[in-house]
């Protein structure tokens, strides 16, 4: 999996970083069952904060596309489909043009639900 | 990305009849020790000391029949290396001869540990007093006339011609902005290494109980270096390539950015590498999991260096892009 990442970006480092395993998860340059690199080592090589990588790992997690355990580091879900990573970043995505255009989360909601 | 331009000179192939000759040489010493045993019946003391304290009092002891019959197997073992080296024509001639040299070292090594011991009981009636004194010599000795002997008998070592390859240069496509942060890393499971530690591992119970502490010990030993092979991660970043193994990617080589003249990916053969695992060759190292595509790394001081890697072309394009920051 390739990661890159520019601080002169507006988006911050940690959502930079979030993005990008998306990606590599959607392409299924990582695959399910494998393991990350350690958010240390992850930080070392992009000479980043560690804390900065373990919220990007945290917001995967939250998303169902990470595991996180003590001591195992963080596995790509097993039952994550390339798609499911697909669609989250597609929300990310979504999410992020909404507040670009001042679309309040309760309107963006009633979007989605008009959608469907 | 870049073609495979290099041409590899295959050394000369082993001659069939040196190789058939080899493999009798590592049939020798399970002979010796199979005559012997029988011969010297009357001459040697009935248990045997196996293991010494400080050269000159014996501290363990074996049955007469168990210990010439473990020393056998060993023996007959280090010929079925012989003989597999003759038989296996497919065999690159760098890995036939490491096999033949493998097996007759440890055919002769297990004779030289016979004939310590006989050395040391010999005319005694009673183990207790046998000193083990210079004896302790024959195992080394034995282990050395073996590895010179075969490759003798099979030829001097090969001499293998390089040319080296294009560098990948810049048609790689991937362009870094001066502020941009950039890493690639991906890690393998296999489970053969698993497989052949635990064939290892049961060997080393196996010899534990029948033999001496010492040779479990190695085979312990060999054990966790082939299961640490199962997993391997390679990263390449701003500070160059790494390869990690173990499931905590214990970094094992470290190749920074300013020691890597070019890079390329090229689909290698284990065999024309010296096999699988972390081979050291002349000129040249690699870490090696499987016959397939490879990062090769052309280094500063001419040295090669190669892992095998699934998508080579991603990494390699990076350690372009990092190296044309770098230099600029």
Redesign the interface.
């Known amino acids: 999996m390739l990661i890159r990442v520019d601080a002169s970006a507006a988006a911050p480092l940690a959502a930079q970083i979030a993005g990008q395993l998306r990606g590599a998860i959607a392409r299924g340059e990582v695959a399910e069952g494998e393991r990350l690199p350690s958010a240390r080592a992850l930080a070392q090589s992009l000479d980043v904060n560690l804390h900065t990588v373990l919220r990007a790992y945290a917001e995967l997690r939250d998303e169902d596309l990470l595991e996180l355990r003590r001591g195992r580091g963080a596995v790509v879900r097993s039952g994550t489909s390339s798609e499911l990573a697909t669609l989250a970043q597609l929300v990310h995505d979504v999410v992020a043009q909404a507040q670009r255009l001042g679309v309040s989360r309760d309107e963006l909601t009633t979007m989605i639900k008009e959608q469907a | 990305m870049s073609n495979p331009t290099s041409t590899e000179l295959h050394p000369p192939p082993v001659n069939r009849a040196r190789s058939v000759a080899a493999a009798v040489l590592s049939l020798v010493p399970a002979g010796v020790i199979a005559w012997s045993a029988q011969a010297w019946d009357d001459r040697l003391p009935d248990p045997l000391p196996t293991h010494w304290r400080a050269l000159a009092t014996p501290d363990g002891f074996g049955s007469y029949a168990g210990t010439w019959r473990t020393l056998l197997i060993v023996a007959l073992i280090g010929a079925c290396f012989g003989i597999a080296a003759a038989a296996l024509a497919w065999l690159n001639p760098l890995l036939q001869r490491s096999t033949a040299a493998l097996g007759a070292a440890l055919a002769f090594g297990a004779l030289g540990v016979w004939l310590a011991t006989a050395q040391a009981a010999w005319g005694r009636a009673d183990a207790a007093g046998a000193p083990l004194g210079w004896a302790v010599v024959l195992p080394v000795l034995g282990v050395a006339v073996g590895l010179v002997g075969a490759l003798l008998v099979v030829g001097r070592r090969p001499h293998t011609v390089h040319t080296v390859p294009v560098a990948a240069g810049s048609s790689s496509g991937l362009v870094?902005?001066p502020?941009?942060?950039?890493?690639?890393?991906?890690?393998t499971?296999m489970a053969w290494p698993l497989v052949v530690a635990g064939a290892l591992a049961a060997g080393g119970v196996v010899v534990w109980f029948t033999a001496d502490a010492v040779p479990a010990l190695v085979l312990a030993v060999a054990a966790v270096t082939a299961a640490v092979l199962a997993w391997a991660?390679v990263?390449v970043?701003?500070?160059g390539l790494r390869i990690g193994l173990g499931p905590w990617?214990w970094t094992v080589k470290n190749v920074p950015l300013a020691a890597i003249a070019s890079a390329s990916a090229q689909p290698i053969e284990a065999s024309d590498w010296g096999g699988w695992g972390y081979r050291v060759l002349p000129g040249r190292s690699a870490v090696v999991l499987r016959s397939g595509p490879a990062i090769v790394l052309e280094l500063a001081d001419g040295r090669r260096f190669a892992v095998t890697v699934d998508?080579p072309e991603?990494p390699v394009a990076?350690l372009d892009a990092l190296r044309v920051r770098a230099a600029g």
């Open positions: 870094l902005a502020g941009e942060r950039a890493m690639w890393a991906h890690r499971f991660q990263t970043d701003a500070r990617a998508d991603t990076l």
